[in-house]
């Protein structure tokens, strides 16, 4: 049954008559974080307003976790990074020395940069006569210096990669991000999650920040690791090993590491039945959205969603320039695409573009509503109006939750399948609506070596797509041969 926001408990629980709230800490972080939950008090009893307040509070409790994790174990932090790399330095130089020259060597060198590390004290403690029987360092009564966990662990990390050897994982981030990866920057974000998750898993199983010695058997408790004690779906499992398996193989290319042990890393895909498969909104849901209240940008956002097929984030990033001649929008590659696409504008539309573009010069934003976020550069611009379409779908009850499932099976993507199905349905060929959509055609002929199909023809094609009715008239469902709803 349909989970509706009214009625949506994920985050919260009843704590003394109000609602808070809660968040698991992944076990990974529990123990230095002290506590498997953190929680907020919302202050409310009421569930409705529990609901609408408790994403910001969701929101910064996730930022909490994530920066603590950054702190204690990134991969990717800048100090962390510039350290390893100067212990995996000293551990190759200290290689061309014999046993007894290392030691005094190694000493000398990493005595002086561990204190470098762990900077000045944050407190002292006295040696009780009970540690001193027991073998701790100084007499009884004797002030031994505190420093901060944080650099403590870098420091004894620190030490580990340079008398024993290894490479940091992080150690060519910098130079791949520059050479080699071309991705947009959610993506980004995805490699430098990824990054720190192996970091901390190899740091918490003994193995320390090294890359070289990530094999076939870490892989494999990596992937079990994050489906067991982090219970990641396993289409996101498979996304960051292929972030890791494309780092690893530009490690391989710089001759650090011999072997890319991700190559071989299996996730398991379970087969996901049609009624679990996220799907085309209905032609009643269709209905309810257009009709709905909500602001004009977003039922504007929405139109051209479900006229175009394009993504949301395609959509609100057109530029006035980007309509051209008010025949075509121009949107830029998303995706696997190669290039920018011109899709005709529908005659539904026509309205909102005249609207839209009245003002405004070629440079200026179509959607200057959903403004990009300076402080947050690499979060998209549509990150705000996807917030605000899902709000509003689920006040309207438009809503399709599987259990066991964290995303509903509708969601603004649901237009652009709602497209494709009534572009199928109304008679147009398969390479043209892939084309239209932006989606590979098949084949070295059609998908490599032809130019496209004709304007014209996507004219033809989009015009042939009806809205249902939004006066009030009957609604047709029409009958699929192999329905998801």
């Not at 993504?311 to 830029?332: H, M, Q, S, Y």
Request: aromatic share 8%.
């Amino acid at each position: 049954m349909a989970r509706t926001a009214a009625g949506d408990k994920r985050f919260l629980e009843l704590h003394h008559g109000k609602y808070r709230v809660v968040m698991t800490v992944p076990k990974v972080l529990r123990k230095a974080m002290g506590t498997t939950k953190l929680k907020r008090q919302l202050g409310t009893d009421s569930l409705a307003v529990a609901n609408e307040t408790k994403w910001a509070v969701v929101k910064d409790l996730k930022e909490e976790i994530l920066a603590f994790e950054r702190q204690t174990f990134g991969a990717g932090r800048a100090d962390r990074q510039a350290v390893l790399q100067q212990a995996s330095e000293l551990a190759k130089t200290l290689s061309d020395y014999g046993p007894e020259e290392r030691g005094g060597l190694a000493r000398a060198i990493v005595e002086d940069t561990v204190q470098g590390i762990l900077g000045k004290p944050v407190g002292y403690r006295e040696v009780s006569p009970w540690m001193a029987r027991t073998g701790e360092a100084g007499d009884a009564g004797t002030r031994i210096p505190v420093y901060d966990p944080n650099r403590e662990r870098l420091a004894d990390d620190f030490v580990n990669v340079a008398m024993n050897g290894g490479l940091p994982i992080a150690n060519a981030d910098a130079a791949y991000k520059e050479k080699r990866l071309r991705v947009s920057p959610r993506t980004e974000d995805d490699h430098d999650r990824a990054l720190r998750m192996l970091g901390a898993f190899c740091i918490c199983q003994g193995l320390g920040d090294d890359a070289t010695k990530v094999d076939e058997y870490v892989v494999a408790d990596f992937v079990a690791h994050l489906e067991n004690e982090h219970g990641m779906a396993a289409r996101t499992i498979k996304k960051y090993v292929s972030r890791l398996k494309l780092y690893f193989d530009y490690l391989k290319s710089l001759r650090q590491i011999t072997a890319n042990p991700w190559k071989e890393a299996v996730v398991y895909m379970p087969t996901a039945k049609n009624s679990e498969l996220e799907r085309p909104f209905t032609e009643q849901e269709v209905v309810t959205l257009l009709t709905g209240k909500c602001k004009q940008a977003l039922r504007d956002v929405m139109m051209m969603g479900a006229l175009t097929g394009a993504r949301l984030d395609a959509v609100v990033d057109l530029k006035a320039g980007d309509v051209i001649d008010n025949k075509a929008f121009r949107f830029k590659p998303q995706k696997r695409e190669k290039g920018e696409r011109f899709v005709p504008i529908h005659s539904d539309l026509m309205e909102i573009v005249g609207r839209r573009l009245q003002g405004k010069k070629p440079e200026d934003d179509l959607f200057p509503e959903y403004p990009r976020d300076p402080d947050k550069p690499k979060v998209e611009r549509s990150f705000r109006a996807s917030k605000h379409f899902t709000t509003y779908r689920r006040s309207l009850g438009v809503d399709d939750m599987v259990a066991g499932k964290r995303r509903s099976r509708v969601n603004f993507h649901s237009f652009r399948r709602w497209f494709i199905t009534k572009a199928e349905r109304s008679g147009s060929p398969e390479p043209l609506i892939a084309a239209i959509v932006g989606h590979t055609r098949k084949g070295m002929t059609l998908g490599h070596y032809s130019e496209g199909p004709e304007m014209i023809a996507a004219r033809e094609a989009v015009e042939r797509i009806k809205l249902p009715p939004l006066d009030g008239s009957p609604v047709i469902q029409p009958e699929a041969i192999t329905p998801r709803s």
